[in-house]
């Protein structure tokens, strides 16, 4: 990580109040491009990537197809319904794995070799640098895939969304990946505490499969536990409710926003505390 | 033999590090069951009658056998360190010394199994202590010999065929790939994701063609009571095959990895 040569001209321009975002965006596009040079690195190996992750995507698809041989519905779901919601969470879990998979799963590495404290001295955000620090690009060809099988099923749905309707479907997604990058970036931090917290991390992959299944199917503790303290069972239901115009109030994107807030200021705050207690690996 | 015992002792030590890493992992794998364990409840709650042959009771008891076969036998960390050791050379060491390789990786892998189970089995029983009316026990002794019997051999096999992939680092630099792929394919075929007699009859009888319904869905079925008789013998001597094989196939690799092995670093 070399920090940006436009540093001190931007630092002169601090004045206007959009310098920082500007500063920011630039900081992103370098790292967006030392991202896209690495990869290129591996081309066969990118490939295989993704063909691992086509497979596992087809998996769950087989897994609920299967079940709905057996069955017609899981509480309000149909099929369709259950296609489109495996797709959105594979979509939403792809664009989490392009933008901060690899950099969560770093930060335990960081604290172990002692890089961090190099990164705590940049003139940057640290949390910033940590968090978008590398683009793993075949995420954005998978989520590709997904996309096309809401698209599938949508049609079998017949459903014909408004622009106005995708527009909020993305924006509830966008809203879903906080909640998955807060509560990841959370469970990364704990290895200020511990060393091995890989385990931990790797733990959250256990969520991702929650998040794809409907919520009609779950009830009492189970649901209350991942819909108000891990509130991973908002993550795709709530944006794939607003597409299959399956909501049942307005609360319920209500509900997945405040609740991504909430996730988000308390990754914050766990994140502060525990710089605070760090005390290096180096020295 | 008193070498390989020494083995397994080292790796009991080793692998004592990561116990609370295993720990964390058993308990955060105790999620996506439970939730599979609802789903079930809800479709079987809005429907009369069992699935494929299934009684509700049957279908969780079949999750929960799987989940303590899969404690038992699925490999953790082995296949990463076979590769680790060919790409870096460590290999070459075991050239020299009188030890067998693929006796000294058994060795290993069963001291981690062994650590992984006694931690594991801590959550694992409490979760089914609250699932208790859910789940079945064996009929008679024959399920019971059966089982630990079937168990043991699908620990054998599953041993081989990560051994076997992991040797493919002789010709390839980065195995994580085939791995997964590999791993793909037998997380459904060998009945992680459902029974597989719940699947259309001409893709389970297919799959019974292939060694991964002995990798897991054989043992269960044998706990459940369903392979019984002559159908529980057949079935134990085509597992014992799969192992036969796996083990041929396995020797037969190593033989030709290592006249391709170049000693990086080594």
């Known amino acids: 990580m070399k920090p940006s040569p436009e540093r001190d001209d931007v630092r002169a321009n601090d004045t206007s109040s959009l310098a920082p975002l500007n500063r920011y965006l630039g900081l992103y596009a370098a790292l967006w491009k030392n991202s896209v040079t690495r990869e290129m690195g591996f081309k066969s190996n990118f490939l295989l990537w993704i063909v691992v992750e ?11 197809t299967v079940i709905y041989s057996h069955t017609d519905h899981i509480g309000t779901w149909t099929k369709w319904e259950v296609v489109l919601l495996v797709g959105a969470a594979h979509f939403i879990q792809q664009i989490f794995t392009a933008l901060f998979l690899v950099n969560c799963t770093q930060l335990s590495e960081h604290i172990r070799t002692g890089k961090l404290d190099f990164m705590l001295l940049l003139p940057v955000n640290t949390r910033f640098l940590v968090s978008f620090r590398q683009v793993d690009l075949g995420g954005f060809i998978n989520a590709a895939s997904a996309v096309a099988v809401m698209v599938y099923a949508a049609r079998e749905l017949q459903l014909a969304p408004s622009a106005a309707q995708i527009a909020g479907f993305l924006a509830l997604c966008a809203v879903g990946l906080l909640i998955h990058y807060s509560l990841m970036f959370l469970l990364a931090a704990i290895s200020f505490w511990t060393v091995q917290a890989q385990g931990i991390v790797y733990g959250y992959y256990n969520l991702f499969n929650i998040a794809r299944m409907p919520d009609a199917a779950f009830g009492g503790p189970f649901k209350a536990v991942f819909t108000f303290v891990l509130p991973i069972l908002l993550v795709v239901n709530v944006p794939v409710k607003l597409l299959a115009k399956k909501l049942e109030s307005p609360w ?19 994140w502060r505390f525990s710089l605070r207690r760090y005390t290096s690996a180096s020295s | 033999m008193e070498k390989y015992l020494h083995i397994i002792g080292i790796g009991i030590q080793r692998t004592l590090v990561y116990r609370v890493n295993f720990f964390a992992r058993s308990l955060f794998g105790l999620i996506p069951l439970t939730a599979t364990i609802l789903l079930w409840q809800t479709i079987y709650r809005d429907r009369i009658g069992d699935v ?14 799987a989940t303590i076969v899969d404690a038992l036998t699925a490999v953790a960390e082995d296949d990463w360190q076979i590769a680790a050791d060919i790409r870096d050379g460590n290999i070459s060491q075991f050239l020299v010394k009188p030890i ?9 892998y069963s001291a981690g199994r062994l650590i992984y189970t006694a931690v594991a089995s ?24 059966g089982f630990a019997l079937s168990v043991a051999m699908a620990g054998l096999l599953q041993f081989l065929i990560s051994y076997t992939m992991a040797l493919l680092s002789f010709w390839v630099l980065e195995v994580a790939t085939f791995i997964f792929i590999l791993f793909a394919f037998e997380y459904l075929a060998s009945g992680h994701l459902f029974p597989l007699d719940i699947l259309p009859p001409v893709v389970a009888q297919a799959l019974h063609f292939t060694p991964f319904p002995y990798l897991l869905y054989f043992p269960v079925s044998v706990y459940l009571g369903q392979a019984t008789g002559t159908a529980l013998w057949q079935g134990l001597a085509i597992q014992a095959t799969w192992v036969l094989a796996a083990y041929a196939l396995a020797r037969f690799v190593w033989s030709r990895g290592i006249r391709k092995y170049a000693a990086f670093g080594g």
């Open chain 2, 52 to 65: 494929a042959g299934y009684t509700l009771r049957q279908m969780i008891s079949y999750y929960l056998i």
């Open chain 2, 100 to 108: 067998d390789y693929l006796a000294y990786r058994f060795s290993l």
């Open chain 1, 54 to 64: 086509l497979l596992w995507f087809a998996l769950q698809l087989t897994f609920m």
């Open chain 2, 122 to 145: 801590v959550p694992i029983a409490i979760f089914i202590f609250c699932l208790r009316d859910y789940f079945v026990l064996p009929k008679d002794a024959a399920a019971c010999v």
């Open chain 1, 252 to 270: 319920e994107p209500a509900l997945l926003l405040a609740m991504a807030c909430a996730c988000f200021a308390a990754s914050e705050l766990f």
